[in-house]
């Protein structure tokens, strides 16, 4: 049966406009796309330490079997979320499929009706997902501005009605510690003295900070020691930890309200021990990786001040995290200029609208402790002969 015609129609605007997305193809250019920042996805390491512990515990289980309130909470989930919850400094741990998964079901499940959800407009489309599915009202500020924030927060604390009665009502900020198409961060000491001084409840995805962040890795918010004063903390294991699912940090009446409510937890089968595994050997792995998570912070000073010298700053959006951000406005100039750049042998990826904003169009470029100095030098280099 053919698509129907509405359905070829939005394909076809997305063709005229050049911002069709297709799925790469694998290649084997330098690196500076993906998100595996300390180089875990590939770390035979953790390869051979997950199955050396599986076989070790007599775990030759392939699948889950399960949702994890049926069948699929197999003995590797507790061990896992004991470990994760110590390494954070948390209360609970709760583990979740995906990053995606636990944005849509915190937010979804959380924020009740007439509650209020004030997110950054920069937030990630799984954190909105989220939002669109939850009964609370929401409302956006502008992007890392608090003053906007607090503005938001004053205009709905005074018209609360019933606020300190028998079902107060709740105010969620919702932010990102490094924000996945800009690379730059709030001010996070100043975000939580915000929320602290009108009572509301703070929640921070931190996934593009585990792995980079921290004398383990373990991510911003506990690097400046303000873990303790945030209601939850989202983290995603695909990026920095090099392999799949996420988990919720928080109090462990949290974690049951979530066990209970959150849908995208309950209604889907389990990780299989495979995955928890590597999970759990990765985050081992983060406890002896000190060198490599340094050698990915100096790469982040030597690419920042590259581009300085080659007079390229004005091109980036101001970030010290592994994602660097190019605006190249206009999806056709931000494709050709990708284009170039991957004849010459790098893989750097050109993001278009409407992913970004129409002309917010740019290259990323995501800095690993696997890249060597040549290659930054080089990619920068090239990029400034292509531009000027």
């Known amino acids: 049966m053919k698509l129907a015609k509405n359905l070829i129609q939005k394909l076809e605007n997305r063709k005229q406009n050049n911002s069709l997305?297709?799925?790469?193809?694998?290649?084997?250019?330098?690196?500076?796309?993906?998100?595996?920042?300390?180089?875990?996805?590939?770390?035979?390491?953790?390869f051979k330490q997950t199955h050396a512990y599986l076989l070790e515990n007599e775990i030759f289980q392939n699948g889950a079997s399960g949702s994890r309130l049926i069948s699929g909470n197999h003995s590797l989930y507790q061990i896992a979320e004991t470990f994760i919850a110590e390494f954070?400094?948390?209360?609970?741990?709760?583990?979740?499929?995906?990053?995606?998964?636990?944005?849509?079901?915190?937010?979804?499940?959380?924020?009740?009706?007439?509650?209020?959800?004030l997110y950054d407009e920069l937030?990630?489309?799984?954190?909105?997902?989220?939002?669109?599915?939850?009964?609370?009202?929401?409302?956006?500020f502008n992007h890392n501005d608090f003053e906007d924030l607090e503005r938001l927060i004053v205009k709905?604390?005074?018209?609360?009605?019933?606020?300190?009665?028998?079902n107060p009502i709740n105010i969620y900020i919702v932010t990102e510690t490094v924000f996945s198409m800009d690379g730059d961060s709030p001010n996070l000491e100043e975000l939580v003295a915000l929320s602290e001084k009108y009572n509301c409840y703070l929640v921070v995805d931190e996934a593009h900070t585990l792995g980079v962040f921290g004398e383990k890795g373990e991510g911003l918010t506990q690097y400046l020691q303000l873990h303790n004063r945030i209601f939850a903390r989202i983290m995603t294991f695909g990026k920095g930890l090099g392999c799949h699912g996420s988990v919720i940090l928080g109090s462990t009446d949290l974690k049951e309200y979530l066990v209970n409510f959150a849908r995208s937890f309950i209604?889907?089968?389990?990780?299989?021990?495979?995955?928890?595994?590597?999970?759990l050997i990765a985050y081992q792995q983060l406890q002896i990786e000190k060198e490599t998570i340094e050698k990915l912070r100096q790469n982040i000073v030597l690419f920042n001040q590259q581009k300085n010298l080659l007079g390229l700053k004005p091109m980036f959006v101001r970030s010290k995290s592994?994602?660097?951000?190019?605006?190249?406005?206009?999806?056709?100039?931000?494709?050709?200029?990708?284009?170039?750049?991957?004849?010459?042998?790098?893989?750097?990826?050109?993001i278009l609208s409407p992913t970004v904003p129409e002309g917010q169009e740019r290259l990323r470029f995501c800095i690993h402790s696997y890249n060597?100095?040549?290659?930054?030098?080089?990619?920068?280099?090239?990029?400034?002969?292509?531009v000027f």
């Open 21 to 46: 997305r297709k799925l790469p193809v694998f290649n084997n250019l330098v690196d500076f796309s993906s998100n595996d920042y300390i180089g875990f996805s590939k770390s035979e390491s953790i």
């Open 88 to 117: 954070h400094d948390a209360e609970s741990a709760l583990i979740f499929n995906s990053g995606y998964d636990a944005n849509v079901g915190f937010f979804s499940a959380v924020p009740q009706r007439n509650d209020v959800i």
């Open 123 to 140: 937030s990630h489309a799984s954190i909105r997902d989220g939002i669109v599915m939850s009964n609370a009202k929401s409302y956006k």
């Open 156 to 166: 709905f604390q005074s018209s609360i009605t019933g606020l300190g009665g028998p």
């Open 267 to 279: 209604y889907t089968t389990g990780l299989s021990p495979h995955s928890v595994a590597t999970i």
């Open 322 to 350: 592994a994602i660097q951000s190019a605006i190249v406005p206009g999806n056709e100039n931000a494709k050709q200029l990708a284009q170039q750049l991957q004849d010459k042998g790098f893989d750097i990826k050109a």
């Open 372 to 386: 060597s100095e040549e290659e930054i030098n080089q990619v920068l280099e090239l990029l400034g002969n292509f």
